[in-house]
């Protein structure tokens, strides 16, 4: 395939489309409700109940569905939240009705939200109508006035777009669109509800980025003016909020490349300057025909999601992200080699527009994108949301499975690959996906074929991860943990120390060349006879010992790290910690760990920081 010059628009590329004429007419809604049944036969019967349940709580109370659950109704979306506002009811006596049906607290008392957890395990948001009023900067510079007697057109205006502000009532189901949002959802078009509340917030930005990837095709032109004329105010939005919006972009889009072009072209993209380097950065026409950086990015974004199902669920998020800023390093001055560098002798001809080196200078831009988001550090499987420390590792490793095929490695150095990935949380089999969707960003997308729904794009390279990746897994003993611990050494007759450190990484090192735990031992011992033991005497040669109380053990050790963990009622939280640490060295470094300074020192060290880390959380 002819490539074209690098950094060429790619024809990819899908900018905000020009609306015609007839579109750029105001709507205006339908004044009188329509019925529509058939949308009441998709609600689940639970949240019929409760509804009618709650308009009996009083003799003028309505209650109405509202929001993106009624553009997912009439788009046949699966719903997740339920959200119904309730009218005639203040919010006292609106907690106090939710807590009749089931567990029921307030999440929002500011806004008026209470959260409804029905017996059945769905859960419901339910809100008193309002109106905000803008008084400062940021989300907290808004006024909110509960109002739970206003009209619902009244109560709809502060709703961002339009398709967004249509309700459905019940137990009627009929269908209240006071501004045209059924005719823009047909249309797909994202239209600001009200222009003059819309800039009020500026996390609507970010809405629309992620509504118009999933819910939407077009932005409309007055909109479009209004998102740029917030584009300064992100910096007062909680980067909380922001990081849910980038979630759901990722997260639920078939295409999240369309909500990255929508940022370029809406000019938000200056507020992530990790990605708002990348259009322009070019890339070799042989390796990448796609054209820059940027589309490059984009492609890879949306081979990822094509890839998602396929990723356990827990990695599904910090894979997303990772596909997204893998190659933010190529940005970085002096990775990507330019004509001028060529042609002042610095690199040969061959080296132009290459950027050897961009996934470990991508490391550290990576984790600024997820930090500025304030993303957790370290990853947390339960929770499945996306690290500093997981995202920026499989940056920094994503050309590894490249390295390591081309080069014929062999079992040690998948190994070690494998514990660089769980050192952040992650493993082998997930790196191999974020190479797959790599691979995927650089094929057009007219000539790719899923028979099954199967991403099926040539990627020698995360199938040879893969394949490392099932054998791992296959293994009786495990070929990435490391199989010889500090207890091991201390039953050959090492004694606890320094020499731990350097007998563990030979050990770890013999275990990547394929030996056994027993073949391992047997090779420490004749290489570095214990200096205590030279031979390993049987057990009933030894000298009994008299063997000293838990309580003196404690109180040795107490006396030698400057005192007890901390015994009052209120630092059990810390005492707690202390314990736990002194027995995570116990084990790692044997009986007699705090003899030595240098793991004294490490200790006492992990022993402030954890202390810190206590007492952040508690304020």
Not at 12 to 19: E, K, S, T
Not at 89 to 101: I, N, S
Not at 368 to 380: I, V
Not at 477 to 504: C, H, I, Q, W
């Given at each position: 395939?002819?490539?074209?010059?690098?950094?060429?628009?790619s024809r990819l590329?899908?900018?905000?489309?020009i609306?015609?004429?007839r579109?750029l007419?105001?709507?205006r809604?339908r004044?009188?409700?329509?019925?529509?049944p058939?949308?009441?036969?998709k609600?689940?019967?639970?949240?019929?109940?409760?509804a009618?349940?709650?308009?009996?709580?009083?003799?003028?109370?309505r209650?109405?569905l509202v929001?993106g659950?009624?553009?997912?109704?009439?788009?046949n979306r699966?719903?997740?939240d339920?959200d119904?506002e309730v009218?005639?009811?203040?919010?006292?006596d609106?907690?106090?009705t939710?807590k009749?049906?089931?567990k029921?607290e307030?999440?929002?008392?500011?806004?008026?939200v209470v959260k409804?957890?029905?017996?059945?395990?769905?859960?419901?948001?339910l809100?008193?109508p309002?109106r905000?009023?803008?008084v400062?900067k940021g989300?907290k510079g808004?006024?909110?006035?509960l109002?739970?007697?206003m009209?619902y057109?009244e109560?709809?205006r502060?709703?961002?777009f339009?398709?967004?502000s249509?309700?459905?009532?019940?137990p009627?189901?009929?269908?209240?669109?006071p501004?045209g949002?059924?005719?823009?959802?047909?249309e797909?078009v994202?239209?600001a509800?009200?222009?003059?509340?819309f800039?009020?917030?500026p996390l609507r930005?970010?809405?629309?980025?992620?509504?118009?990837?999933?819910?939407a095709?077009?932005?409309?032109?007055d909109t479009?003016?209004l998102?740029?004329?917030?584009k300064?105010?992100?910096?007062?939005?909680?980067p909380?909020?922001?990081?849910e919006?980038?979630?759901?972009?990722?997260?639920?889009?078939?295409?999240?490349?369309?909500?990255l072009?929508?940022?370029?072209?809406s000019?938000w993209?200056e507020n992530?300057?990790?990605?708002a380097?990348l259009?322009?950065?070019?890339?070799?026409?042989k390796w990448?025909?796609?054209?820059?950086?940027?589309?490059?990015?984009?492609?890879?974004?949306?081979?990822?999601?094509?890839?998602r199902?396929?990723?356990?669920?827990e990695?599904?998020e910090?894979f997303?992200?990772?596909?997204?800023?893998?190659?933010v390093?190529?940005a970085?001055?002096?990775?990507?080699?330019?004509?001028e560098d060529?042609?002042?002798?610095?690199?040969p001809?061959?080296?132009?527009?290459?950027?050897?080196?961009h996934?470990?200078?991508?490391?550290?831009r990576?984790?600024s994108?997820?930090?500025?988001?304030k993303?957790?550090?370290?990853?947390?499987?339960e929770k499945?949301?996306?690290s500093v420390?997981?995202?920026?590792?499989?940056?920094?490793?994503?050309?590894?499975?490249s390295?390591?095929?081309t080069g014929?490695?062999?079992k040690?150095a998948?190994?070690?690959?494998?514990?660089k990935?769980?050192?952040?949380?992650g493993?082998?089999r997930?790196?191999?996906r974020?190479?797959q969707?790599?691979?995927?960003?650089?094929?057009?997308?007219g000539?790719?074929?899923?028979?099954e729904?199967i991403?099926?794009w040539?990627?020698?390279?995360?199938e040879?991860?893969l394949?490392w990746?099932d054998?791992?897994?296959k293994?009786?003993?495990?070929?990435v943990?490391?199989?010889?611990?500090?207890?091991d050494?201390?039953?050959?007759?090492?004694?606890?120390?320094?020499?731990?450190s350097t007998?563990l990484?030979k050990?770890?090192a013999?275990?990547?060349?394929?030996l056994?735990k027993e073949?391992?031992?047997?090779?420490?011992?004749?290489q570095?006879?214990?200096?205590?033991?030279?031979?390993?005497a049987?057990?009933?040669s030894r000298k009994?010992?008299a063997?000293k109380?838990?309580?003196?053990?404690r109180k040795?050790?107490?006396?030698?790290l400057?005192g007890?963990c901390?015994?009052?009622?209120?630092e059990?939280?810390?005492?707690?910690?202390?314990?736990d640490?002194?027995?995570?060295?116990r084990?790692e470094y044997?009986?007699?760990?705090?003899?030595?300074e240098?793991?004294?020192?490490?200790?006492k060290?992990?022993?402030?920081e954890?202390?810190k880390?206590?007492?952040a959380r508690s304020?």
């Amino acid at each position: 395939m002819a490539g074209r010059p690098a950094g060429s628009r790619s024809r990819l590329r899908r900018p905000v489309m020009i609306l015609r004429p007839r579109t750029l007419r105001r709507r205006r809604g339908r004044r009188n409700p329509s019925p529509r049944p058939d949308l009441l036969r998709k609600v689940p019967s639970e949240v019929l109940v409760a509804a009618e349940k709650i308009r009996q709580a009083g003799r003028n109370v309505r209650t109405n569905l509202v929001g993106g659950s009624v553009a997912d109704l009439l788009s046949n979306r699966p719903i997740k939240d339920w959200d119904i506002e309730v009218f005639g009811l203040t919010m006292k006596d609106l907690l106090r009705t939710a807590k009749k049906l089931g567990k029921a607290e307030e999440v929002g008392k500011a806004f008026g939200v209470v959260k409804l957890y029905l017996p059945s395990g769905l859960d419901l948001d339910l809100s008193v109508p309002r109106r905000d009023n803008r008084v400062g900067k940021g989300h907290k510079g808004i006024e909110v006035v509960l109002d739970p007697n206003m009209t619902y057109t009244e109560a709809a205006r502060r709703r961002d777009f339009t398709i967004n502000s249509m309700a459905l009532t019940f137990p009627s189901g009929e269908l209240i669109d006071p501004f045209g949002g059924l005719q823009d959802l047909k249309e797909g078009v994202l239209r600001a509800t009200d222009p003059k509340l819309f800039v009020q917030d500026p996390l609507r930005g970010l809405r629309a980025m992620q509504l118009l990837a999933r819910k939407a095709k077009v932005v409309h032109p007055d909109t479009m003016r209004l998102i740029k004329s917030i584009k300064g105010e992100y910096k007062d939005l909680p980067p909380e909020r922001a990081f849910e919006e980038w979630r759901k972009l990722l997260m639920k889009s078939k295409r999240p490349s369309v909500g990255l072009q929508f940022l370029q072209d809406s000019r938000w993209i200056e507020n992530f300057p990790e990605l708002a380097a990348l259009p322009g950065v070019p890339q070799s026409p042989k390796w990448h025909p796609e054209g820059d950086v940027w589309e490059h990015t984009k492609l890879t974004t949306d081979a990822a999601a094509k890839l998602r199902p396929y990723v356990r669920e827990e990695y599904r998020e910090p894979f997303m992200f990772g596909a997204m800023l893998h190659d933010v390093g190529k940005a970085v001055p002096g990775i990507t080699v330019y004509p001028e560098d060529v042609e002042s002798g610095e690199y040969p001809a061959d080296r132009l527009y290459t950027a050897y080196g961009h996934d470990e200078a991508g490391r550290s831009r990576a984790r600024s994108f997820m930090e500025s988001l304030k993303a957790q550090k370290r990853h947390k499987s339960e929770k499945g949301t996306a690290s500093v420390g997981l995202v920026g590792q499989l940056v920094g490793l994503h050309m590894q499975p490249s390295y390591l095929t081309t080069g014929g490695a062999g079992k040690g150095a998948w190994a070690r690959l494998a514990r660089k990935v769980e050192a952040e949380g992650g493993d082998l089999r997930l790196l191999a996906r974020i190479k797959q969707a790599d691979d995927g960003g650089s094929v057009p997308w007219g000539e790719r074929n899923f028979p099954e729904g199967i991403p099926d794009w040539d990627h020698p390279f995360s199938e040879t991860a893969l394949r490392w990746a099932d054998e791992f897994e296959k293994a009786e003993e495990s070929a990435v943990k490391p199989m010889v611990l500090g207890r091991d050494l201390m039953d050959l007759g090492y004694s606890p120390g320094p020499n731990f450190s350097t007998l563990l990484k030979k050990a770890l090192a013999l275990q990547d060349s394929g030996l056994g735990k027993e073949e391992i031992l047997e090779v420490l011992t004749q290489q570095h006879p214990p200096s205590s033991a030279p031979s390993r005497a049987p057990k009933t040669s030894r000298k009994p010992r008299a063997k000293k109380s838990r309580g003196e053990r404690r109180k040795e050790v107490d006396e030698a790290l400057g005192g007890p963990c901390p015994q009052r009622m209120e630092e059990r939280i810390e005492h707690k910690f202390c314990r736990d640490l002194r027995t995570k060295y116990r084990r790692e470094y044997g009986e007699g760990w705090w003899q030595d300074e240098k793991t004294k020192a490490e200790y006492k060290a992990d022993l402030r920081e954890g202390y810190k880390k206590i007492k952040a959380r508690s304020h």
